[in-house]
C-alpha cells in the first residue's frame, strides 16, 4: 500500500516506486502463499511459511502427561518471512487509514468527502478477497460434507459476512467497513488462538478471558462508530441524495436499513456470546455439583457408622477379631 498519494507514477525499480508499492507487493506474496493452501501439490511447501515449525511432544515414563515444546530450525526462515509480510501490510493499512488519515482524531473521515468511489489498489483487492472467500464457503458446506445439524449454523455466519462484507463494498463506505473489520479480525484471530492453546493445554483458558473483554469492547466500538457515520455524520453531508451513476446512496431508507442491519447483527452477536458464557458456567456449576455430594456423602457415612462389633456365623466379633466373652447366666 502506497503511503502517500501519487499523481504519477515513477520509474519501474526506482527508490520511489519501491516505497509507494512495497505494501502492494507483500499483499500479493502474502495471497499467493494463502492460495498455495489450497492445492495439494503445493499445501506442503505453502505450510512451512505459515505453520510454526518444529514442534516436540515429550511423554512421562507412566505415559500421563505430555508437554508440547518446539525446537528452532532453518524452516523458521520461511515463517517469519511470510508473518513480516503480514505485518508491511498491517503496518501500511494501519498508517493509510488511522494515522494519515487521523482517524482517532477526527472520526469525520468515515463520512467526509463521500461517496469514497475511489480506492487504492490494495483496499480493493482486500475486499474482492473477502468477497471471494466467504463466497467460496457456501460450495465448501457441501464439498467437506459438513453435518446436516451443523449447516444452519455455519450458513448464517457465512451469509452475514458476505451482506456487510459486500454492503460497505457496493455502497462506497469502504472506510467505515476496513475500519470495523480490522478489530472485529483481530478478536477473531485471539479466539482462534486461545483455542489452539486450549487443545494443546486445559489448564491455559485465560485467552478465553481476554477474548471475552475484547469482544464486548469491539461490539460497541462498532455500534458507536455506525450510529456516528448513519445517525450524524452521513445525514449533514453536503451532498445527500441518490445516484447509482455517480455512487451516491446518502439517503435516509439506505442510512437506515444499514444502521438496522448493524444493530441487529451486533445484538445478535451479544446474544449469542451471553449464552456461550452462561452454557460454560452452567457446565462448571454443575461439575462442581457432584464433587460436593460425594465429600458430603463420605462425612455423613463417617459420623452415622461408629465403631460396631461384626457379627459373623451369628457370633458377635470385635474389629480386632476377638469374640466378646460371654457371661455365664447364674443358677437360680
Excluded at 506442503?44 to 515414563?61: E, G, L, S
Excluded at 469525520?108 to 461517496?115: R, V
Excluded at 463466497?135 to 455466519?157: G, V
Excluded at 477473531?188 to 478471558?209: V, W
Aim: include cysteine; aromatic fraction near 14%; proline fraction near 4%.
Amino acid at each position: 500500500m502506497g503511503l502517500r498519494r501519487k499523481n504519477k507514477s515513477p520509474p519501474v525499480l526506482s527508490h520511489e516506486f519501491v516505497i509507494q508499492n512495497h505494501a502492494d507487493t507483500a499483499s500479493c506474496l502474502v495471497m499467493g502463499l494463502l492460495l498455495g493452501l489450497m492445492f495439494e501439490v503445493s499445501a506442503k511447501y505453502a505450510i512451512i511459511f505459515i505453520a510454526v515449525q518444529y514442534n516436540v511432544t515429550y511423554t512421562t515414563d507412566d505415559n500421563s502427561e505430555q508437554f508440547h515444546f518446539y525446537d528452532y530450525g532453518p524452516k523458521d526462515i520461511a515463517t517469519i518471512f511470510f508473518y513480516m509480510l503480514v505485518a508491511i501490510n498491517l503496518h501500511a493499512v494501519i498508517q493509510e487509514y488511522i494515522l494519515d488519515e487521523e482517524f482517532m482524531m477526527n472520526p469525520t473521515s468515515l463520512w467526509k468527502d463521500y461517496p469514497h468511489c475511489r480506492m487504492l489498489f490494495q483496499v480493493k483487492f482486500f475486499y474482492i478477497c473477502q468477497i471471494a472467500y466467504w463466497l467460496h464457503a457456501l460450495p465448501e458446506l457441501y464439498f467437506q460434507k459438513i453435518r446436516k445439524e451443523d449447516i444452519p449454523r455455519q450458513l448464517c455466519y457465512i451469509c452475514l459476512y458476505i451482506a456487510h462484507i459486500s454492503g460497505a463494498y457496493i455502497l462506497n463506505l469502504q472506510h467505515l467497513g476496513l475500519i470495523l473489520m480490522v478489530p472485529h479480525y483481530l478478536v477473531e484471530l485471539i479466539f482462534h488462538a486461545s483455542r489452539l492453546f486450549y487443545f494443546s493445554d486445559e489448564n491455559k483458558q485465560k485467552g478465553f478471558t481476554i477474548w471475552a473483554l475484547l469482544f464486548v469492547m469491539v461490539r460497541l466500538l462498532t455500534l458507536t462508530l455506525s450510529v456516528l457515520t448513519f445517525g450524524f455524520g452521513l445525514a449533514r453531508v453536503e451532498n445527500p441524495g441518490f445516484s447509482i451513476a455517480d455512487g451516491n446512496f446518502n439517503v435516509l431508507p439506505v442510512r437506515i436499513g444499514c444502521l438496522g442491519a448493524v444493530c441487529l447483527t451486533q445484538a445478535w452477536m451479544m446474544w449469542k456470546f451471553i449464552n456461550f458464557q452462561l452454557k460454560k458456567w452452567r457446565e462448571h456449576v454443575k461439575n462442581q455439583i457432584p464433587k460436593k455430594k460425594i465429600t458430603n456423602t463420605k462425612n455423613k457415612r463417617t459420623k452415622k457408622e461408629p465403631n460396631r462389633a461384626n457379627f459373623v456365623n451369628g457370633a458377635a466379633k470385635l474389629e480386632g477379631g476377638v469374640s466378646p466373652r460371654i457371661r455365664k447366666s447364674k443358677p437360680v
